[in-house]
């Protein structure tokens, strides 16, 4: 995703964030058979058509950008599909699943970043200077991608793909309110639209997943007194110590 920001607009760069929540929606219905409610689909709907009002502004895109917009997208959602996936099928928690798959995740961004940097700016990482600023903010931002990563694996351990995906567009309205609260930036009447539009989507969404768990949870009895009465008749015959009747 940071390599389609550099090379498309940032315009662009929202659109396909935005596109995220559909596409990771698909692949759950592709993967896992996984069924989405009508209620669940207004609100997803919702939230995409807030946040993109708030946000997209000149949309500039090319084929490079294109490419990895759609690479980025597709293994981005695939990535947090498995997470879900992996947590349930072998019934391990957020931190031990992460503590697997990070080694993983730093041996290949070690052998592959080195020539991918040097391919997109034509410079070694051996050439740049290292000062103490540089390595406090080198510091810094690793630190903030750990505690990232984590409520990564924990919000999808507890909720679902969809569900974080929902819940990372309000980084876009804090986003936005902060830097007119601390920053004085600008914030048009699009703009407010669009958050309103986006939280409203984001609460529909939260009571629509809930309204379908509990829809699954209470499963209604269909039988009848005339169908209990011959197993209220055997479990009276069953004798106290366990043996049966000869």
Known sequence: MNLSLMLNSVG???????????????????????????????????????????TVTDVKVNAKGFLCACVAILC??????????LQKKYSVGSFELLSKTAPI???????????????????LLTDYKMTSAAFAFILLSCSLAVFCNISQYLCIGRFSAVS??????????????????????A??????????????????YSWAVEAEKQTKTSLPSTLTEEDLKPLKEGVAEIPLNGEAKV
């Open 76 to 85: 981005t959602s695939l990535q947090q599909i498995s997470i879900g996936s």
């Open 105 to 123: 995740q730093a041996i290949s961004l070690l052998i592959l970043g080195p020539f991918i940097d040097y391919f997109l700016t034509g410079k």
């Open 12 to 54: 662009f760069y929202q659109i396909s964030k935005l596109s995220m929540i559909p596409v990771v929606c698909v692949m759950e219905w592709i993967i896992h058979g996984k069924n989405f409610s009508r209620e669940v689909k207004i609100a997803v709907a919702v939230v995409v058509i807030g946040v993109g009002i708030c």
């Open 187 to 204: 914030l048009t009447f699009k703009n407010l639209m669009g958050m309103a539009l986006a939280v409203v989507g984001m609460i529909v």
């Open 164 to 185: 974080f995906q929902v819940l990372g567009h309000m980084k876009t309205v804090c986003v936005l309110t902060l830097g007119w609260l601390l920053f004085d930036s």
